[in-house]
């Protein structure tokens, strides 16, 4: 498979999409001189390569309370752990982002909560499947 599976006008595309991903194929198509149809072309051929994976939403948590942020680096006790520690990770809500890393601990999280409380009882449960190390978020620079 070539490495090179776009072009510079899809690049512009893709960049109008991620800025805001509720843009018209008309109004990319003004942004990069091309017709909305052919835009609506080009952005179908990207999803089809899985260039384009979907599409999110940016979103306030401290407007519905979720006002403490954390980074957990999580080191699980053992290989036994792995399987159910995943299962729990992802079935939790307060887990937004969980990624296998390598260097120091075997995962990392990015976790929400509503209160100081309700993170202190996250990390309890945590322990069940190995120790961690937290870093609170004071604000979002990016």
Known sequence: ????LID???YRI??????DSTLSHKEIGQQVHMTGQAVG?????????EIIEGYT?????????QNVHAFVTVFLASNAAHPVF?????????????????GEGCYWMR????SQEELSTFLDELLGYGNYKISLVLSQIK
Request: aromatic share 4%; proline share 2%.
């Open 8 to 10: 510079d006008v899809d």
């Open 111 to 114: 976790v929400r909560a509503t």
């Open 41 to 49: 072309a080009r952005i179908r051929r990207m999803r089809e390569l």
């Open 86 to 102: 995943l299962a729990f990770a992802k079935e939790d809500r307060r887990v937004e982002e969980i990624h296998k890393v390598s």
């Open 57 to 65: 939403v940016r979103w306030n948590p401290g407007k519905i309370g």
């Open 1 to 4: 498979m070539s490495q090179h």
């Open 14 to 19: 893709l960049q109008q999409l991620i800025q």
